[in-house]
């Protein structure tokens, strides 16, 4: 997985937690290119992987995607920032506000989602400068009145209380990030039968959903 606080690594969490006896072995992947984790997966390298590969056709054929869950987005600000008082938002309340999201490597997965989430509510995602991490973003938010950003809504962010930030969920529709799971065709390991009922038993999201053009 991409981090340990991402909605991933929760779920995850909460499956161990459930099944303590399970032998489970969490890594992180530094890994932009979402193909170079698919022969990852291909070469046994790895069991699976929740990654995904938005060209059906750079999959391999030895490995298939399942969608594991939908991550839906809330935005996040600072107390000063114009839409921090409501509670909730339509996407279309987002539109001329500058969402900050760096980081967005050309390639990845992320970045055709927000591709796609830009040019489907005429959003403006600003991805420009260099990434100094989360922390130092979430900094950036406390002291602002014009960036926000979108994170998930199981995604885990701490921050010291004086920054006051505000997890605002989306509505009308959700914004749903789709979390697939790359494993092998043939021959999975029988530990991820079990984790894939994990997470198709989750609630479903409410109200209409927008998803990416992905396959999964």
């Given at each position: 997985m991409?981090?340990?606080?991402?909605?991933?690594?929760?779920?995850?969490?909460?499956?161990?937690?459930?099944?303590?006896?399970?032998d489970l072995d969490v890594v992180t992947l530094r890994v932009d290119d979402p193909r170079q984790v698919a022969a990852a997966v291909r070469a046994g390298e790895i069991d699976a992987a929740f990654r995904t590969v938005t060209d059906p056709a750079a999959l391999p054929p030895e490995v298939r995607m399942v969608r594991a869950f939908d991550s839906p987005l809330q935005l996040l600000a600072g107390p000063r920032h114009p839409l921090a008082s409501a509670p909730t938002?339509?996407?279309?309340?987002?539109?001329?506000?500058?969402?900050?999201?760096?980081?967005i490597v050309p390639g990845s997965e992320w970045g055709e989602f927000y591709e796609q989430l830009a040019d489907a509510f005429d959003l403006w995602v600003d991805a420009t400068g260099p990434n100094f991490g989360t922390e130092?973003?979430?900094?950036?938010?406390?002291?602002?009145?014009?960036?926000?950003?979108?994170?998930?809504?199981?995604d885990r962010y701490l921050w010291p209380a004086g920054h006051d930030l505000r997890r605002i969920p989306i509505t009308g529709p959700v914004?749903?990030?789709?979390?697939?799971?790359m494993l092998p065709r043939t021959g999975p390991h029988p530990g991820l039968r079990p984790v894939i009922r994990h997470f198709a038993g989750l609630p479903p999201l409410p109200g209409p959903v927008w998803r990416p053009a992905w396959p999964g």
């Open positions: 991409l981090g340990l606080r991402s909605a991933q690594a929760v779920l995850l969490h909460d499956y161990w937690r459930a099944h303590p006896g399970v938002l339509t996407p279309s309340e987002l539109r001329g506000h500058r969402l900050r999201v760096p980081g130092v973003l979430l900094d950036e938010l406390a002291d602002s009145a014009d960036v926000a950003t979108l994170v998930g809504a199981r914004l749903a990030y789709p979390i697939n799971l």
